[in-house]
């Protein structure tokens, strides 16, 4: 015998490798995938078998090790001493062990009550005080056949019925070889009769089953439970009909009998289902109903069922039905008078003695029978705790009834039908509230369409059954549409069936609503959609324009179609969004869509209404994808995407939106419910929680504007709506409905359920974090049912009896949670709300609803109604840095943002962590802290510390100085104190090996101080990004990778940056202005800067305007906003069409953003006082427009420049735009605060040319026409023309005074006197003159003195 298990289960494939060391290799989540083989020569066949896993053994069968030993085949290791017991696996927790021993001996047997045990002797009890010849002794015996005989769950009968059993050498089994025995009455051993049986003997007759009874002739009573027939009918209420209870006549009808042995014709049972405890079928029949429904343990095996139909005509049937069942107890409780309350002295009362006086039942509120032509069994073949393939039809031993793989029913489920499958038969099965009857059929189902005759109980062949003839039985055809080969699921539905001469449809399954087919609509502007039309009988799909001859419709061939408002004419009226099935003999509402515990998302081509592959080339087909989730063949439009081949994703919209192919984004952040470039869907603002379309699985997102519902499966990913409103904590979710589940009584839990337990799921939410994620864990509803919801199942919850290391995980008595293994835990609901650390190197009890897996280190939250784990728990902590505590004996989470006046328990010191947030995430950091009296190492890679003394120097940055000041670089002047109050700062510093924040050599690590702590900020920084660091008076670019920050040295444009929290103004992270999250929250747009960085990492804050998208953003000197402004109230201002005021009350002559990548310079006159680009400030401005930003352009000093007055535009001067552009030449001075004077001077442009203040070149006449001077030294050689140009020996000169000129060659600074009257300097006495080698110009603000 070898252990294999599957390695690989790709289509087509089924690769298994040996196990050779299952108690070192294998692990509880591996047992689905173990199977059992007997191997020779090569050859292999798979049996079935037991393994030791985990503390416990399992039962292999169907490539499937996960299996629970049933009852019947395990027995306790006391108990392994019968015959019976026999090749049982012995219980135990230590290893795995069969029931070898056949013939234990239990020496205080008694032979006066122990019939089929051994007494002291090695005899075995035969009949009361009568014992066969010791073991080992050949012959044949009879034995008393009761309750009492170890045979009885061999075969079963009642009466007088005798057993014939054999003896030999080696065992002792049920002698079959006999017919007619004499039997003699002192030892009961029995020789075949030869004659007549001699004095001492009695005669025995026996059937083939070693059953035997005394006499000659004797009839040998059967085996099965079934009501006997009336003995001459029960025509009159007052014939004699022996003793009889209940009787069943020639007329099928089942009739009780009075106490005066007479039948009750008035009596005759109703229409349903009837329950008796048959035991004696002449003398003793009870029916058990509803009030009544309840048995003693050993009275199962006389059950019988029978069914009434409405002519009240009965048959007996097999099914399952539910029952309080007492159990006698055979010796007395230890604790007897503590308990005797819990007990019954009969089958009503509670026992009211504590005396223990026989006979005691317990009582079981949830036993659940198969009821049997042969009686009703509680285990067995037809009972199973899970639900693959083979357990359809089986129930569990809580009531759930599995109908296919993966899919069940809860019994109580009221007036449902259903044809169930495992592959190899098949059962008709209908439910009511009190039971389930279970036929099994004839026949072979089919995937598609199946009818089914509910009268004779077999499936019609439909397709070679007339018109006439099925229209002859049509009050008892119902139509089923079935997936035989993967899901084995059969489904009640409707449509049109192609029978052996026409077309006919089967409208639902109440009596005489099934008719012929019509075909005799016209599928045109005015057809009737889901109709069969008269164009060969096919069904109308989309409607002609004028006729068919445009119009779609579909065939009886293989396809799936979505009709959106079938007409009334149609068999289909009433489903809204159907998805029908065709194929060559049927249409078919395909209500096997949405059946897997959920709405099936499903892509349908609007040109053809057909469902679209995925996964293949659909660009073709781009604009026509529509996104349908369908539950029971009905769909609803919904949104999402599709998968095509490669990295093409196509977005499916809503109803008007054609679908189109999505451009991928390259990080979660800020992007959920959006593909990435690598095929993932995100779920969360973190990528490494995104997911792929290949699994399916249910998600809750966020989209940023509300809870979303998602259903992935291969190549979609489907996003819907969520009825009712997500919740703080635990939320009960319906996922086949994606609705939220109030908290209630536990009727409404089943009702919003719909009795199936499967649908419901547990999600943790945070809706100011606008995060859910799935959970599992503990729940009660508000009238005190308690149900467990774990990865595998969802139940009602069993108690453990006590809390101890092999309990761990579960809740005890009380409800309590068996946190950390030790009797005093006492945790429940409501009484000790908080999260609490589940976290233990003991392993996990099997069974607890939080995880299969041990070595667990999980936050379980206990709030009001749930105790479940809080997957979110480091997700959702406060913004900032959060210092957490575990309490040493209660496992309590304390943590808190501000531990300055807080002193932490020593106990606790060494489960302290740190962890830093944003408003995205969650980051664990290390570094330092201080408590109101200490200072703590919380060290990355060693166990936390105090520190209790300080460095002298700081040689070793990283540590704390004196006073605990850290050390950011070596020299002792700049360390830095804890911070005492909300201030925030943060520090790039070199830190060595061995340091607290990383534990290795670390250059240009960020380190954050705020109050109490300095950590490692290494949770407000993302990989790859850009960041804006103030440092002292200078802002710097830097990038973060694998830790560090790193200086920019490359120039980066103007972009849009926003501080990373409001307290700290000296580190910005970039700001995405496109993002909802952002533009639509003042707040955040408030924190939003500008800043413009060149190549050696250096960055100016700029102030201006900024777009993103369609959207305008004020980012200005005096406040940040969203443009919203319609109206030119001020010069300057921004409108929201994205127009520059440059004339007050003129909306229509504004500025614009430049185009693509051009830079325009735009001149503003007379900017208002109070404005965006220099705050509070009036006069000439110089911005700088982009396709993305108006910012103000600070040219500080003078500038030569042409200005367009039409446009406002200013360009370079270049040569030659005195001649070409004289009205444009200007000359401005503007200073460091961005106001700007147009001055007047000199332009060189070939030669020299006035520049009056307004603006506009000259060449030089009149007043200020070049002078001829005679010297350039001396007293008034410039006289009379102070502040023209003078020629002089070849070479220009301007004259300052009359007594002073300069030699134009020469650049520099100078001062002039009083220019001479109308000259273009004059009135700008003693003014600084700044002189280039092109131009001469008034700086407008320094005056000097001669």
Same mark, same amino acid.
Not at 515 to 533: D, R, V
Not at 949 to 978: E, P, Q, R, W
């Given at each position: ?9 790709k289509e087509g494939t089924n690769i298994l490798k040996e196990v050779t060391d299952i108690a070192n290799d294998i692990h509880l989540v591996d047992l689905s995938t173990l199977s059992l083989f007997q191997c020779? *020569? ?74 089929? $045990? ?131 006549? @020639? ?11 007479k039948c009750k014709g008035s009596g005759v049972l109703a229409e349903g289902a009837h329950l008796f405890k048959i035991s004696n079928p002449a003398s003793d029949i009870t029916e058990i109903t509803k009030t ?80 049997? $032509? ?24 809580? *009531? ?15 007036? $449902?039908?259903?044809?169930?499958t495992n592959g190899s038969a098949q059962w008709y099965m209908e439910f009511n509230t009190d039971y389930i009857i279970k036929t099994q059929i004839s026949g072979t189902l089919v995937s598609g369409a199946n ?211 999505? #451009?991928?984004?390259?990080?979660? &952040? ?74 209630? !009584? ?133 913004? *900032? ?90 020299? @002792? ?8 109050? @909300? ?62 920050? !790193?200086?920019?040295?490359?120039? !980066? ?7 990373? #929290? ?91 953003? &430049? ?23 009036? *006069? ?136 001479? &009257? ?29």
């Amino acid at each position: 015998m070898k252990t294999y298990q599957k390695i690989d289960n790709k289509e087509g494939t089924n690769i298994l490798k040996e196990v050779t060391d299952i108690a070192n290799d294998i692990h509880l989540v591996d047992l689905s995938t173990l199977s059992l083989f007997q191997c020779e *020569g090569g050859r292999c066949a798979e049996m079935q078998g037991y393994v030791f896993v985990g503390g416990k053994i399992h039962k292999c069968n169907n490539g499937n090790c996960s299996n629970d030993v049933p009852a019947e085949e395990k027995v306790t290791a006391e108990a392994c001493n019968a015959l019976t017991a026999v090749g049982k696996v012995i219980e135990t927790s230590t290893k795995i062990q069969l029931c070898e021993n056949c013939i234990k001996m239990d020496t205080t047997a008694n032979c006066a009550t122990d019939i089929g $045990k051994f007494n002291s002797d090695k005899k075995l009890c035969l009949a009361a005080n009568k014992a066969s010849a010791a073991i080992g002794t050949n012959g044949s015996y009879i034995m008393s056949y009761d309750r009492n005989s170890a045979f009885w769950s061999i075969l079963k009968t009642s009466g007088t019925t005798k057993l014939l059993i054999k003896m030999d050498t080696e065992s002792i089994t049920v002698d079959t070889s006999m017919t007619s025995i004499c039997v003699n009455d002192d030892t009961l051993a029995a020789t075949a009769k030869s004659g007549s049986c001699a004095t001492g003997s009695t005669e025995y007759t026996c059937n083939t089953s070693g059953l035997c009874i005394q006499g000659g002739s004797a009839l040998v009573q059967s085996t099965e439970k079934k009501l006997e027939a009336c003995h001459a009918g029960c025509s009159g209420e007052t014939t004699e009909r022996g003793t009889k209870t209940y009787c069943i006549d @020639t007329d099928k009808k089942i009739y009780p009998i009075d106490d005066q042995n007479k039948c009750k014709g008035s009596g005759v049972l109703a229409e349903g289902a009837h329950l008796f405890k048959i035991s004696n079928p002449a003398s003793d029949i009870t029916e058990i109903t509803k009030t009544t429904g309840k048995i003693i343990s050993t009275e199962a095996e006389d059950l019988a069922l029978y069914q009434c139909n409405s002519s009240k005509e009965c048959k007996q049937v097999e099914g399952y039905v539910k029952l309080v069942t007492y159990t006698e107890l055979q010796n007395e409780p230890s604790n007897w008078a503590s308990i005797y309350t819990s007990y019954y002295s009969d089958t009503s009362d509670a026992a009211a003695s504590t005396t223990w006086t026989p006979p005691v039942y317990s009582k079981n509120e949830n036993s659940y029978y198969y009821v049997t $032509k042969n009686g009703a069994l509680s285990t067995g073949s037809s009972f199973s705790s899970t639900c693959n393939a083979s357990d359809v039809g089986k129930i569990s031993s809580s *009531g759930v009834i599995c109908i296919s793989s993966g899919k069940t029913v809860n019994f109580g489920t009221n007036a $449902k039908q259903y044809l169930v499958t495992n592959g190899s038969a098949q059962w008709y099965m209908e439910f009511n509230t009190d039971y389930i009857i279970k036929t099994q059929i004839s026949g072979t189902l089919v995937s598609g369409a199946n009818v089914f005759n509910t009268e004779k109980l077999e499936l019609v062949n439909y397709s070679s059954t007339s018109n006439e003839n099925l229209t002859a039985a049509k009050n008892n055809l119902v139509l089923y549409n079935c997936d035989v080969s993967v899901g084995k699921l059969c489904l009640q539905s409707i449509g049109y069936i192609k029978s052996s001469d026409g077309k006919f449809e089967i409208s639902d399954n109440n009596p005489g609503t099934k008719n012929k087919a019509s075909t005799g609509y016209e599928c045109n502007t005015s057809g009737k959609l889901g109709a069969l039309s008269n164009n060969a009988a096919k069904l109308c799909v989309i409607k002609g324009t004028s006729n068919e001859n445009d119009a779609k419709l579909a065939e009886f061939d293989n396809g799936y179609y979505y009709i959106a408002s079938p007409a009334t004419e149609s068999i289909f009226t009433g489903k809204t969004g159907a998805i029908v099935r065709t194929a060559d003999t049927f249409m078919i509402l395909d209500n096997l869509f949405g059946n897997s515990g959920a709405k099936t998302p499903v892509v349908i081509n609007t040109d053809t209404m057909k469902e679209q592959s995925v996964g293949i080339d659909l660009e073709s087909n781009s604009g026509k994808l529509k996104l349908y989730e369908c539950a029971e063949g009905q769909c609803t439009l919904t949104v999402g995407f599709i998968h095509g081949t490669g990295s093409n994703y196509y977005e499916a919209k809503a109803s008007t939106t054609a679908s189109a192919k999505f #451009t991928l984004i390259t990080s979660c &952040a800020k992007n959920v419910g959006k593909m990435k470039t690598d095929g993932k869907f995100c779920i969360s603002s973190v990528d490494e929680e995104a997911v792929p379309l290949t699994t399916n699985n249910d998600y809750i997102i966020h989209d940023g504007t509300d809870f979303k519902y998602v259903r992935i499966v291969e190549n979609i990913a489907s996003i819907g709506s969520i009825t009712e409103t997500i919740t703080d904590g635990v939320n009960r979710i319906n996922t086949e409905t994606a609705t939220v589940i109030a908290h209630g !009584t536990n009727d409404a839990l089943k009702t919003a359920l719909s009795d199936d337990f499967s649908k419901l799921a547990l999600y943790y939410c945070d809706t100011g974090k606008e995060i859910c994620k799935r959970t599992y864990g503990y729940f009660k509803t508000s009238d005190s049912t308690y149900y467990s919801v774990s990865p595998t199942e969802t139940s009602v919850l069993s108690l453990a009896s006590s809390c101890s290391s092999s309990n761990i995980g579960l809740l005890f008595t009380g409800y309590k949670l068996c946190l950390t293994g030790a009797a005093g835990d006492n945790l429940t609901f409501g009484t000790n709300n908080g999260n609490y650390q589940l976290k233990s190197a003991l392993p996990i009890a099997e069974g607890n609803a939080f995880s299969p897996e041990n070595n667990l280190d999980l936050v379980i939250e206990i709030a009001a109604n749930t105790i479940a784990v809080n997957p979110i728990y480091y997700r959702t902590l406060s913004e *900032g840095i959060n210092i957490l505590y575990v309490g040493a004996t209660d496992k309590k989470i304390t943590d808190s943002t501000d531990i300055s006046g807080a002193t932490i328990p020593a106990t606790d010191v060494p489960s302290i962590q740190i962890y830093g947030c944003t408003d995205s995430k969650c980051v664990r950091t290390y570094g330092y802290i201080q408590d109101a009296a200490k200072k703590y190492a919380i060290k990355n890679g060693a166990a936390n510390a105090e520190v209790s003394s300080a460095v002298a120097n700081c040689n070793t940055i990283g540590l704390l100085y004196t006073d605990f000041k850290l050390c950011v670089d070596s020299n @002792t002047a700049n360390v830095v104190a804890f911070i005492a109050d @909300t201030a925030i700062g943060n520090y790039i510093i070199n830190a060595p090996a061995d340091n607290v924040f990383t534990n290795t050599a670390s250059n240009s690590i960020l380190i954050r101080a705020s109050k109490s702590v300095f950590v490692l900020n290494n949770f407000e920084v993302e990989e790859g990004e850009k960041y804006i660091l103030k440092e002292g008076n200078d802002y710097h670019q830097y990038s973060y990778s694998s830790g560090l920050m !790193t200086k920019v040295t490359s120039a !980066t444009d103007v972009g849009s940056y926003d501080l990373i #929290t409001s307290t700290d103004d000296t580190f910005y992270r970039v700001a995405d202005l496109t993002d909802t999250s952002i533009y639509a929250d003042s707040a955040k747009v408030a924190k939003v800067a500008l800043f413009d960085c060149d190549a050696n990492g250096a960055c100016t804050q700029e102030y201006g305007y900024y777009k993103a998208d369609s959207r305008y953003f004020k980012i200005g000197a005096d406040s940040n906003a969203l443009v919203d402004s319609t109206q030119c109230s001020a010069i300057g201002l921004l409108l929201n069409t994205g127009k520059l005021c440059i004339t007050s009350g003129s909306e229509t002559t504004g500025l614009d953003f &430049a185009t693509g990548n051009n830079i325009i310079e735009y001149l503003i006159s007379d900017l208002a006082s109070t404005n965006a680009f220099i705050g509070s400030g009036t *006069g000439i401005a110089i911005v700088k427009a982009t396709a993305n930003y108006i910012i103000l352009e600070k040219k500080v000093g003078i500038s030569l420049l042409k200005f367009d007055s039409t446009t406002s535009i200013l360009t370079d001067f270049t040569a030659g735009d005195c001649t070409s552009n004289p009205t444009k030449v200007t000359l401005l001075d503007c200073k460091s605060t961005g106001i700007c004077t147009k001055v007047p001077g000199f332009v060189k442009d070939t030669n020299y040319y006035t520049v009056a203040a307004s603006g506009g070149a000259s060449a030089l006449s009149g007043d200020n026409a070049e002078v001829t001077l005679e010297a350039v030294t001396g007293t008034d050689h410039c006289k009379d023309n102070v502040g023209k140009i003078g020629a002089y020996s070849g070479k220009k000169y301007l004259c300052l005074t009359a007594d002073l000129s300069i030699d134009l060659s020469t650049t520099g600074n100078f001062v002039i006197g009083t220019p001479t &009257a109308n000259t273009i300097l004059a009135g700008n006495t003693n003014k600084m003159l700044i002189v280039t080698d092109t131009y001469i110009a008034v700086d407008s603000t320094v005056t000097g003195t001669f």
